[in-house]
Each structure stands twice: as C-alpha cells, then as structure tokens.
C-alpha cells in the first residue's frame, strides 16, 4: 500500500504476517548451519497487519524437508544492488567445517504408458537369413504374426 500526501510525499506499506519469533525453539530456530526456520502454526494475532518499507527486508520461505510446518527464511536481494563477494586471501580456512546438508530425495516413480502383455502368449523366434537382421514375432493370434527388420525397415515385408 502507498500513502500518498500533499507536497508528493509518500509512504510504501506492506501487509504482512507476523511470526511468533520471540519463542526461541517454538516459534523460530536456527539450524547448525545458521539457516533461520519459522513455525507456520505459529502466527502472531495483531493489531498492526503493517509495516512501513524501511522497517522490512525481504525474504523468501522455503518448505523445511525435515520439519513440517516449519518454513526457512532466506534473504532475498534486488536486482538493482549486489554484494561483492571479496575474499581475503590471507584468510585460512580451518579443517573443522563442516559438509553441506542435502535430503535424500527419491526419483519419482512414472507408470508405464504401454500395457503388459503376458509373454506366455508371444513366442519369439530368430530367423537367420543372409543378413541377420530380422526376427519372428508368432502369437496365439494370427492376424498379428509379423516380420521384423533390426533396423526399423520393413519395406521388404510379406504380408
């Protein structure tokens, strides 16, 4: 919300959701490696749904793996600023650092868009010819015995 007044004078507010961050472990934690977490189920009943621009920096919430309900808070950036990153080379790192954290996340499971076929039912025969590149597919039904080619030409088929 902007707040405009007379001289062209104005005032940027924000409506926010205010987080219970006074209670240190229920409301908001930090992790070992400083990532700061918000409890979702813990939200703040308030008078003021606002707040002025230069009192808010902002943030994005991402969905903590381990903890539902719990949202990790990640300052964000403009994109007309940017942090040089500079890096003092006299700087020596100790060999007590700890390793990145990342959650094990499983491939996704897609179903097979071709029906199973019982193989009982399809005999598969090798037919040796001068090149070797075909082969027999007989079923049960007639009307579906076809000759193959290896190389997906079947121009020289007898039908």
């Known amino acids: 919300m902007e707040l405009q007044y007379l001289g062209g004078n104005r005032v940027v507010m924000f409506k926010c959701d205010w987080w219970d961050v006074e209670n240190i472990g229920k409301g ?3 992790d070992r490696y400083g ?3 918000v409890n979702t189920t813990r939200k703040l009943l308030t008078d003021e749904p606002f707040a002025l621009a230069s009192q808010v920096e902002q943030v994005f919430y991402v969905e903590d793996g381990s903890n539902p309900n ?5 300052k964000g ?6 942090d040089s990153l500079t890096k003092d080379p006299t700087d020596v790192q100790s060999g007590d650092q700890e390793e990145a954290f990342q959650q094990d ?7 097979n868009p071709y ?4 193989d009982e039912l399809i005999g598969w025969e090798e037919d040796s010819n001068e090149d070797g590149n075909e082969m027999h ?3 049960d039904d007639d009307s579906h015995d076809s000759e193959i080619s290896a190389y997906g030409d079947d121009s020289d088929q007898d039908e």
Do not use: C, E
């Open 70 to 74: 719990w949202l990790v808070v990640l």
């Open 115 to 118: 029906p199973v076929q019982d």
């Open 35 to 37: 990532f700061v977490s």
């Open 28 to 30: 908001v934690k930090m």
């Open 105 to 111: 996340t499983p491939d996704p499971i897609y179903p």
């Open 77 to 82: 950036q403009s994109q007309s600023s940017f």
């Open 137 to 139: 597919v007989d079923s």
